[in-house]
């Protein structure tokens, strides 16, 4: 259900939303690679505010400067231990705020 609103939300921006790896529909963990105009602008991933109640978006990994092999590197640990992850590949404008407000 989230992962389809970003997908259909993306669509009407004129982005996209692509699934890199499909995981499980009740526990998985959500990771989403944030791009604008194809550029790098960081990984997040959907966490647990506990704070303020319901859910946020966190940086996580190498920062949006880092190079490719970094984020592959990362992302495939990430895989290998999280067979429950979720991996979308978000490319709209602002990709970080559109996401928090769509999943959070």
Sequence with gaps: ML???LIRGAD??????VVLRKGD????SILIQ???KGRNCGLFERVPDYAKGGYTLAPCGPGMDSDEAETTAYLDRRMRADPDLWLIELNVPD???????TIC
Excluded: D, T, V, W
């Design 34 to 36: 944030c791009l604008e």
């Design 95 to 101: 990709a970080q705020r559109f996401a928090a407000e």
């Design 12 to 17: 009407r921006l004129g982005g996209s939303a």
């Design 3 to 5: 992962i389809g609103a």
């Design 25 to 28: 529909g009740i526990s998985g």
